[in-house]
């Protein structure tokens, strides 16, 4: 379930991507094409649906944000790798087999 939200959230998000870039900015973008050609929706139809299909697809994505974050797998077992961790006793350079010599004492003062 989490990689088909996660496929279609990114599906929507390069949907959303080219919807954007199809918008009529400052310089016309490419909504202002189809002011030339006036048969089958006018320039003010295009701009609605365009604008719609922004709105509805940003709302899909942020619902399928949502959603994600309650599907995402979780771990089965709530102690993590710290907590799992053994160690082992750390042998020192000289401290193998052969215990190293007790230092000398010291001479008593008298």
């Known amino acids: 379930m989490y990689s088909v939200l996660v496929i279609l959230a990114v599906i929507i998000a390069v949907m959303l991507t080219f919807i ?6 400052k310089g016309g973008g490419l909504a202002s094409s189809f002011a030339s050609s006036n048969q089958i929706m006018g320039v003010r139809k295009t701009t609605d649906v365009v604008e719609k299909a922004t709105w509805t ?12 974050t309650y599907v995402t797998p979780q771990l ?22 052969n215990p190293a010599p007790a230092a000398p004492a010291a001479p008593a003062q008298k």
């Open 57 to 68: 697809l940003a709302g899909l994505l942020v619902v399928l944000s949502i959603a994600t």
């Open 20 to 25: 954007v870039l199809i918008q009529e900015s």
């Open 76 to 97: 089965k077992d709530s102690a993590t790798i710290v907590t799992n961790m053994t160690t082992a006793p750390v042998s020192l350079p000289g401290q193998g087999q």
